[in-house]
């Protein structure tokens, strides 16, 4: 059972809201990450990165490269905006353990 599009985009922008009041570090450690797309150049080198934080229903994510809080229930879609801060500290937050991958 799908919600409505308000709920929707009041649930990213709460994530968004909790994202921006918080240390990234403690986010991400404290909270479930289901998938991570790392996204990078020919050279390997970081660019981006896609982190899926809630699914089967609905699908979340947080996209760095789209700086949004994205989220897909069926065939409903919301998306609330993430500022520039934000998106850097996820950035390097990520970056650092890709490059602990190599």
């Given at each position: 059972?799908?919600?409505?599009?308000?709920e929707?985009?009041?649930?990213?922008?709460?994530?968004?809201?909790?994202?921006?009041?918080?240390d990234?570090?403690?986010?991400?450690?404290?909270?479930?990450?289901?998938?991570?797309?790392?996204?990078?150049?020919?050279?390997?080198?970081?660019?981006?990165?896609?982190?899926?934080?809630?699914?089967?229903?609905?699908n979340?994510?947080?996209?760095?490269?789209?700086?949004?809080?994205?989220?897909?229930w069926?065939?409903d879609?919301?998306?609330?905006?993430?500022?520039?801060?934000?998106c850097?500290?996820?950035?390097s937050?990520?970056?650092?353990?890709?490059?602990?991958?190599e």
């Amino acid at each position: 059972m799908s919600c409505s599009e308000e709920e929707n985009i009041n649930r990213c922008k709460s994530i968004a809201e909790e994202l921006e009041e918080t240390d990234i570090y403690s986010y991400f450690s404290e909270n479930e990450i289901y998938n991570i797309e790392y996204r990078v150049d020919e050279k390997k080198e970081f660019k981006s990165v896609e982190i899926m934080i809630a699914c089967g229903g609905p699908n979340i994510y947080i996209d760095t490269d789209r700086k949004e809080v994205l989220l897909y229930w069926w065939s409903d879609e919301a998306e609330y905006g993430l500022s520039d801060e934000v998106c850097n500290s996820i950035n390097s937050y990520f970056e650092d353990l890709y490059n602990s991958i190599e």
